[in-house]
């Protein structure tokens, strides 16, 4: 069975502090994604990656295939970041049909 | 360059009736995704389209179905609505696939009384 665990369910930090969300897969995969949820329910992708390690400004993502497990950092975390992350995991069927499987989020709420 | 759209907003139906929501790929996209998203849960995949054919389908049963059109734009329609496909309903866009960043719509919001 393709299942995503996400951890923790909700996190609140103060401003600046350094932010992990962990991803947890049960199979193989060939890709995992990293997305932003705000309140209203628009969703942003922030990043896809199959292996190591992406990197845009303040957020890091990091993957580890052996392990099926990914992490999403934020450094220097402030309210702006405050909002739903989610993991999704692709996974390729026997027959080769793809189908993405979502975590249930992360709800992060920064403090000034 | 105009991102994914979708229509409409907010709809409210009643138990038994069908619906069709609509989505418009941002530009030069040839796959788009469905997702329902249940108030606190993650989104779950619905399908997946491929320049007008279905390429690939999560759990859901054959009363959701779907279209994509030569343009990209693609359907939703689910019939004989019940109670629990009250949800939020995204759809994305990429260029290849899901092995490529998604892009999401803003989604729509349907209630079922």
């Known amino acids: 069975k393709n299942e995503v665990e996400q951890s923790p369910q909700n996190l609140t930090a103060q401003e600046g502090e350094f932010i992990t969300i962990n991803c947890s897969y049960s199979?193989?995969?060939?890709?995992l994604h990293w997305l932003q949820q705000h309140p209203g329910g628009g969703i942003v992708s922030l990043f896809m990656?199959?292996?190591g390690k992406k990197k845009h400004g303040r957020l890091i993502a990091t993957i580890n295939i052996q392990e099926k497990h990914s992490s999403l950092h934020i450094t220097a975390s402030h309210p702006r970041d405050s909002a739903v992350y989610i993991c999704?995991?692709?996974?390729?069927?026997?027959?080769?049909?793809?189908?993405?499987?979502f975590g249930t989020g992360t709800r992060l709420t920064i403090i000034p | 360059e105009t991102g994914v759209t979708q229509s409409p907003t907010h709809l409210i139906k009643t138990r038994g009736q069908q619906v069709t929501l609509r989505c418009s790929s941002q530009?030069?996209?040839?796959?788009v995704s469905w997702y329902q998203q249940a108030l606190g849960q993650g989104p779950q995949f619905i399908f997946q389209?491929?320049?007008?054919?279905?390429?690939g389908r999560g759990n859901f049963p054959p009363r959701f179905s779907g279209l994509q059109f030569p343009n990209y734009s693609s359907e939703l329609n689910v019939n004989a609505l019940e109670l629990d496909d009250s949800a939020l309903y995204l759809c994305?866009?990429?260029?290849?696939?899901?092995?490529?960043?998604?892009?999401f719509g803003p989604g729509t919001r349907l209630t079922v009384l």
């Open positions: 994305a866009s990429s260029l290849r696939g899901f092995t490529d960043t998604q892009y």
């Open positions: 199979v193989g995969i060939s890709a």
């Open positions: 990656l199959s292996s």
């Open positions: 999704a995991a692709l996974f390729i069927s026997n027959f080769g049909n793809e189908k993405l499987t």
């Open positions: 530009s030069g996209h040839n796959t």
């Open positions: 389209y491929y320049r007008e054919e279905e390429n």
